[in-house]
C-alpha cells in the first residue's frame, strides 16, 4: 500500500501525519511511504 504524507497548507502550521518512527514501522512492514517534499519543515522532529 501506497502512504502519502502531503505538507500542511495552512500559514505558519508545521505538523506532519507522520514520525519517522511512523514511516519506518510501515516501510518495515512493506508499505511505501511517500512524503511531500516541505512536509515537517519548521517542525522540531530532526
Known sequence: MK???PTEVK???YRVA???AGARELTEH???VLIESGAGAGS???
Open 3 to 5: 502512504v502519502g504524507v
Open 11 to 13: 500559514p505558519d502550521e
Open 18 to 20: 507522520i514520525t519517522p
Open 30 to 32: 512493506g508499505h511505501e
Open 44 to 46: 522540531t522532529i530532526t
